[in-house]
């Protein structure tokens, strides 16, 4: 019957996308070096401000062109709400919170991470356009989520 060589069909169909997707996942992580943003390290979330480098958030130069942006994810703010960087600088982003898990997105950039209590994330990119980019939580973080946001400016 017909009906038997369309399931067969579709069978094959969706053994060949899944092999399609498995290769794909493979090639970006092996070949070109993608991969899910881990976990650093742990620290004890009620000290957050006594433990370096989050007792000083912010940005600071750690090498020609490079930088690190130390972010702290506090209930419906980051802290600091504004990252100042230059254009083309590699910057490695460390961040982690204190309360809850939030979510740090940089709008328009590979740049997303979920900061989760006592979890330090770390991510590097590369800021090639000048401009503001928007920095908010993506992961519902209580009633003020709505208003959790900050900026990247990239001078």
């Not at 399609?20 to 993608?34: I, Q, T, V």
């Not at 979920?114 to 000048?130: A, E, N, Y």
């Amino acid at each position: 019957m017909n009906v038997h060589r369309y399931e067969k069909a579709f069978l094959y169909v969706g053994a060949v996308m899944l092999i399609a997707c498995l290769g794909a996942l493979l090639y970006a992580s092996a070949a070109l070096g993608r991969h899910l943003p881990g976990h650093v390290a742990r620290i004890d979330p009620r000290r957050v401000s006594q433990t370096p480098p989050f007792d000083h958030p912010g940005v600071r130069q750690v090498g020609p062109n490079q930088y690190d942006a130390v972010v702290i994810a506090l209930t419906w703010s980051f802290l600091p709400a504004e990252i100042h960087v230059p254009a083309g600088a590699d910057v490695t982003i460390v961040a982690t919170t204190t309360d809850v898990i939030h979510g740090f997105d940089i709008a328009g950039t590979r740049v997303n991470m979920m900061l989760i209590p006592g979890q330090v994330s770390r991510m590097t990119h590369r800021f090639d356009k000048r401009g503001q980019y928007l920095l908010i939580c993506h992961e519902y973080c209580g009633l003020g989520h709505h208003t959790m946001s900050g900026k990247v400016i990239v001078e």
